[in-house]
Nanobody, 124 residues
Framework: EVQLVESGGGLVQVGGSLRLSCALS????????IGWFRQAPGKKREGISC????????YYADSVEGRFTISSDNAKNTVYLQMNSLKPEDTAVYYC?????????????????WGQGTQVTVSS
């Protein structure tokens, strides 16, 4: 059974940091693209970062470029999202997702599997 399980969310103050984890099971990171998305109350789901296993290339949305870093530990079959310099507008439920394709894009439609999400709250 394919599963993605996010962890690492929580409450943090403005300017603080969190590291989210996305543990993959039922498949390996090889030949997949893993993306991170978020959704704040009343807002559309936003793609924020993705990583392609075959070449290690990454992509970031403008809203997080320079503050967030996506990485992977293939031995642990886990993908991470390091979030620094957090702002109140980063408050959202964060989801990881996996695509069996090769497109390094933040289009939700190309992702086949989704985690259940983890809450991140940034207090001012």
């Amino acid at each position: 059974e394919v599963q993605l399980v996010e962890s690492g969310g929580g409450l943090v103050q403005v300017g603080g940091s969190l590291r989210l984890s996305c543990a993959l099971s039922g498949f390996t990171f090889d030949e997949h693209v893993i993306g991170w998305f978020r959704q704040a109350p009343g807002k559309k789901r936003e793609g924020i970062s993705c990583m392609r296993s075959t070449d290690g290339r990454t992509y970031y949305a403008d809203s997080v470029e320079g503050r967030f870093t996506i990485s992977s530990d293939n031995a642990k079959n886990t993908v991470y999202l390091q979030m620094n310099s957090l702002k109140p507008e980063d408050t959202a439920v964060y989801y990881c997702a996996a695509s069996r394709g090769i497109l390094l894009r933040l289009w939700a439609l190309v992702y086949d599997y989704w985690g259940q999400g983890t809450q991140v709250t940034v207090s001012s």
